[in-house]
Nanobody, 122 residues
Framework: VQLQASGGGLVQPGGSLRLSCTASGRPFSSYSMGWYRQNIGKPREFVALISWSGGTTRYADSAKGRFTISRDNSMDTAYLQMNDLKAEDTAVYYC????????????????WGQGTLVTVSS
């Protein structure tokens, strides 16, 4: 499956962004989806995941209460709504697709998008 991430940009602290990850090539509803992020010089870190049905979601502690992951299987798209953004949320955000029901490790993801840059700065 091919993944296209979009929606990144420059936002002020306290602002919001919604990232999208659109899939093509294989049935989107067969895959659980996750968002990871990576800053320069740091390892890629987990942000959120959603199961193929949308019935299960998981969040990193840093994302709880501020970010919401969702999906629309009819649109072959997963979303990450990010509110109350902080400077430390600045990173390149990657979406991944996994055949594992609850993909809790990076190694569970078979496919990755190209990343979209989020910059939180005043």
């Amino acid at each position: 499956v091919q993944l296209q991430a979009s929606g990144g940009g420059l936002v002020q602290p306290g602002g919001s962004l919604r990232l999208s990850c659109t899939a093509s090539g294989r049935p989107f509803s067969s895959y659980s989806m996750g968002w990871y992020r990576q800053n320069i010089g740091k390892p890629r870190e987990f942000v959120a995941l959603i199961s193929w049905s949308g019935g299960t979601t998981r969040y990193a502690d840093s994302a709880k209460g501020r970010f919401t992951i969702s999906r629309d299987n009819s649109m072959d798209t997963a979303y990450l709504q990010m509110n109350d953004l902080k400077a430390e949320d600045t990173a390149v955000y990657y979406c991944g697709a996994s055949e594992v029901v609850i993909p809790t490790r990076q190694s569970h993801y078979e496919f990755w998008g190209q990343g979209t840059l989020v910059t939180v700065s005043s």
